[in-house]
């Protein structure tokens, strides 16, 4: 009897080591979907997506290849939903997810209410305007005084529009597909947005470009406002560590090569 139960025994605890080796932890993402190139919506599957969960269709972008990389170091299984940007940090405090991997900056308002990692991409702000724009050759803020522009509701470019000399702030938008057709209508003169999502705007709008300036002439920002996190609850504090010595491993010639191949993935 006790030969058959230690034999039963050894055979459950087999059982037991092989399920803990297959099974791994879930990391819920949250990101728009709709924030390219830092993430984005595609029908088409390719090396870099993940299907979104509940709906159909994959997530694509930098924030992918940035979670696909951490979850692979961490072991652990990757879900990636779809949300709305107002409805990111509520749903991170909700539980619906773990963590927000969507070019978020880690501002001193958001930081009241979630953790931040430490920061995975550092960019700048630059103004998108037509290429017929009088204010295409503008090389300093003053230079769109009086100019209507628009950005995106609940973001840092909305903040900043109030920058401008004289601005006309229109009222924010829900998405970068609307402030896109308001500059492109003419409902807008300019809007902002980081360096790489008006890249990735110009390149599927030939009749859009881009002004960029120089320190003394453009926003003043502090490096938070250029730069973006991951966000966590408060109380996640183990894997905000070890999310941070994953990101520690990412040099920088290779965040700026994933950004790059997001943005030609665009294209």
Same mark, same amino acid.
């Given at each position: 009897?006790?030969?058959?139960?230690?034999?039963?025994?050894?055979?459950?605890?087999?059982?037991?080591? *092989?399920?803990?080796?297959?099974?791994?932890?879930?990391?819920?993402?949250?990101?728009?979907?709709?924030?390219?190139?830092?993430?984005?919506?595609?029908?088409?599957?390719?090396?870099?997506?993940?299907?979104? =969960?509940?709906?159909?269709?994959?997530?694509?972008?930098? =924030?992918?290849?940035?979670?696909?990389?951490?979850?692979?170091?961490?072991?652990?299984?990757?879900?990636?939903?779809?949300?709305?940007?107002?409805?990111?940090?509520?749903?991170?405090?909700?539980?619906?997810? =773990?963590?927000?991997?969507?070019?978020?900056?880690?501002?001193?308002?958001?930081?009241?209410?979630?953790?931040? &990692?430490?920061?995975?991409?550092?960019? !700048?702000?630059?103004?998108?305007?037509?290429?017929?724009?009088?204010?295409?050759?503008?090389?300093?803020?003053?230079?769109? &005084?009086?100019?209507?522009?628009?950005?995106?509701?609940?973001?840092?470019?909305?903040?900043?529009?109030?920058?401008?000399?004289?601005?006309?702030?229109?009222?924010?938008?829900?998405?970068?597909? %609307?402030?896109?057709?308001?500059?492109?209508?003419?409902?807008?003169? %300019?809007?902002?947005?980081?360096?790489?999502?008006?890249?990735?705007?110009?390149?599927?709008?030939?009749?859009?470009?881009?002004?960029?300036?120089?320190?003394?002439?453009?926003?003043?920002?502090?490096?938070?406002?250029?730069?973006?996190?991951?966000?966590?609850?408060? *109380?996640?504090?183990?894997?905000? !560590?070890?999310?941070?010595?994953?990101?520690?491993?990412?040099?920088?010639?290779?965040?700026?090569?994933?950004?790059?191949?997001?943005?030609?993935?665009?294209?």
């Amino acid at each position: 009897m006790k030969k058959f139960l230690s034999i039963f025994v050894l055979m459950m605890f087999g059982i037991s080591l *092989s399920a803990c080796a297959d099974s791994r932890e879930t990391l819920v993402v949250g990101l728009e979907a709709a924030y390219a190139p830092f993430n984005w919506s595609t029908q088409t599957a390719n090396e870099h997506t993940v299907r979104l =969960d509940g709906q159909i269709g994959y997530a694509d972008g930098y =924030d992918v290849v940035v979670a696909k990389y951490i979850a692979e170091k961490l072991n652990m299984k990757l879900v990636v939903k779809a949300i709305e940007w107002d409805g990111l940090i509520p749903a991170l405090q909700a539980n619906t997810i =773990d963590v927000i991997i969507a070019g978020m900056s880690p501002t001193a308002e958001r930081a009241l209410t979630v953790n931040f &990692s430490d920061i995975y991409y550092r960019s !700048e702000q630059v103004m998108v305007v037509l290429k017929t724009s009088q204010y295409v050759n503008a090389t300093s803020l003053t230079d769109f &005084s009086g100019a209507k522009v628009v950005a995106q509701l609940g973001t840092l470019q909305d903040d900043l529009t109030d920058q401008i000399p004289n601005v006309n702030h229109l009222t924010p938008l829900e998405s970068y597909g %609307a402030i896109t057709q308001a500059v492109r209508s003419g409902e807008a003169d %300019a809007f902002l947005a980081e360096l790489p999502v008006a890249q990735s705007i110009i390149s599927t709008n030939s009749d859009l470009t881009y002004v960029q300036f120089d320190e003394e002439n453009g926003f003043v920002v502090t490096d938070e406002q250029v730069s973006v996190s991951i966000a966590f609850r408060k *109380s996640d504090t183990e894997l905000l !560590e070890q999310i941070n010595e994953v990101l520690a491993s990412i040099t920088t010639e290779q965040r700026n090569e994933w950004m790059n191949d997001a943005l030609d993935r665009q294209n």
